[in-house]
């Protein structure tokens, strides 16, 4: 492995300072313009190559770290590009020399600046507040987060600082979680009758006590994020399905609290009111908990966010189904009259009840066989037959064809989503650091450099493996494909149509397989016969 890496510069250092303003313009000037400027500017100008070198494979690939970047941040636009990640170079080098692994072969290793100056700044001085915005407002498509630049800075924030905070927000969350399940577990064991006074002199009562005090503390400071970001946000802006159910979970969380820890409101704690009000909280508890982790795996979109995208889209169905199952329970009702003395139809004896059986009858959980002891049998199973066919065989397929249709929709474009869940997470954190912490962290290679530096592997440099050569169909020879593009920079479609193709391939070579085992036992059959 050679020791000497191959510079190859594009551009030199540049000394004027108003030459640099000019070509990476402050981000205030750009979002004093107009939207589709900015937008412009970010697709034709977001990044500029500033040159590229060549590593050994090995350690190009051990210095990315399975990243699709590296970032730094500085505070001028003037550096000397080639030497910024010489510390990091020479530790993978060293990796490389002690294991004695790795390829002969050098890979290329471009260099490009964020051509916006101040993008990282935090809140309104910096980009990510105004795209975040604009996005839920409706105003700017989610393709926006995909552009190169606006890649490079959620990669520059998220690895700088955001991730971290993300981490001590969860560690917390756990134990705010943890606190409340083993208030869950206790408080059966306890007597609801007991004043406070007599419930802490109780084992059950003093954990349970205890835990409802740090549920109560620990939630202050997630409170706090959530109203820096609605003050930061417009109220339309804010509101999104994971603010909904964090002010949920803080309504039950602090109505529990109330009633369970004021002697006044304790007697409500032996009601089937406080029993609800403590299991639906456990449900916003765990669901929350996926607002934290659905970041360890981008490539999955989370329960919340699949059920709500899903449902959203079933909203005319789902009313359909509702006020069929309303109509045909109501109609049982209604024939019931004159049978509901029978022990069968105790389930038709009141409305709610019908209800339940109604929608039981779509898992089979009726028995058409009682319709014969009713006093209309043939009008009685005419109408259960017409049930069966309306809303079990033909809208129950179709609302699970709508909800399978609705899955996969949800399931696109995961690395989009995943962008915009970072864009968020970090722009969300940014809003509750204090302007105090921003200015002390500001400098310029802190958390808020004025200028990005972006490495990434040049993907022309790699070796690309035209597998559909392998797959020809005999007689047929196949089209090398085009060579992979650097993450951000691909055509819209592009991966679709390459994936298409692979399995149009994959067919080809099943169909010629088939082919000749037609063949094959065409033969056999000849010379049987």
């Known amino acids: 492995m050679a020791e000497t890496r191959l510079h190859v510069p594009l551009l030199r250092p540049q000394d004027d300072d108003r030459q640099t303003a000019q070509e990476n313009p402050h981000v205030t000037t750009l979002l004093q313009g107009n939207f589709s400027s900015l937008i412009n500017h970010l697709e034709t100008d977001g990044v500029k190559k500033l040159g590229s070198f060549k590593v050994n494979a090995y350690v190009a690939e051990t210095l990315m770290g399975g990243e699709p970047m590296l970032t730094q941040g500085s505070g001028s636009a003037s550096l000397a590009w080639d030497q910024m990640w010489e510390p990091q170079l020479q530790q993978a080098e060293a990796h490389v020399r002690l294991t004695s692994q790795g390829w002969q072969d050098d890979v290329s290793l471009d260099v490009y600046l964020l051509r916006i100056a101040a ?78 006074a007599e419930v802490v002199k109780t084992p059950a009562g003093q954990v349970n006590v205890v835990c409802q005090v740090v549920c109560l ?74 607002y934290y982790t659905r970041i360890f795996h981008p490539a999955r979109p989370s329960f919340v966010d699949t059920m709500a995208d899903v449902f959203l889209g079933l909203a005319d169905l789902m009313a359909v189904f509702i006020l069929l199952i309303w109509a045909f329970a109501l109609a049982f009702y209604t024939l019931f ?77 995961v690395g989009l989503k995943a962008l915009l869940t970072k864009a ?52 047929q020879e196949s089209s090398a494909g085009d060579e992979g593009t650097a993450e951000g920079t691909a055509e819209p479609g592009s991966g679709e149509v390459a994936e298409l193709k692979g399995k149009v391939a994959e067919l080809r070579g099943q169909v010629a397989d088939m082919k000749h085992m037609v063949r094959a036992l065409c033969k056999r059959m000849d010379v049987k016969a």
């Open 337 to 413: 009259t004159n049978d509901v003395d029978k022990e069968q139809f105790a389930s038709w004896r009141e409305l709610w009840s019908s209800m339940v059986a109604a929608y039981s009858a779509l898992r089979g959980g009726l028995d058409y066989h009682s319709f014969f002891d009713s006093s209309s049998p043939v009008l009685m199973t005419s109408v259960f037959v017409v049930f069966q066919f309306t809303v079990v065989t033909c809208l129950s397929r179709i609302i699970t064809g709508a909800i399978i249709r609705g899955t996969d929709e949800a399931a696109g474009d």
């Open 217 to 290: 503390v620990i939630m202050v400071p997630f409170l706090y994020q959530d109203l820096t970001s609605m003050m930061a946000y417009s109220l339309h802006s804010w509101t999104s399905r994971w603010n909904l159910l964090n002010k949920v979970s803080y309504m039950f969380q602090i109505t529990i609290s109330a009633l369970y820890l004021v002697d006044s409101l304790r007697p409500w704690t032996s009601t089937t009111a406080f029993d609800a009000l403590v299991a639906a909280h456990v449900a916003t508890m765990y669901l929350r908990l996926q």
């Open 424 to 475: 968020s997470i970090i722009d969300e954190g940014d809003a509750l650091m204090p302007a105090w912490v921003e200015r002390w962290l500001g400098h310029p290679n802190g958390w808020f450099p004025t200028y990005i530096y972006i490495l990434k592997v040049d993907p022309k440099s790699l070796d690309s493996v035209k597998t559909q050569s392998d797959w020809a169909v005999e007689g």
């Open 119 to 196: 993008a990282a700044h935090p809140d309104e001085q910096g980009l990510l507040r105004y795209l975040v915005s604009q996005y839920r407002k409706g105003n700017m498509d989610m393709r926006v987060f995909g552009l190169p630049a606006v890649q490079a800075l959620i990669h520059f924030k998220w690895w700088r600082y955001s991730k971290r905070l993300l981490m001590s927000q969860l560690a917390l969350y756990l134990v705010w979680l943890t606190a409340y399940t083993t208030f869950c577990v206790k408080l059966p064991e306890e007597d609801h009758s007991l004043t406070l």
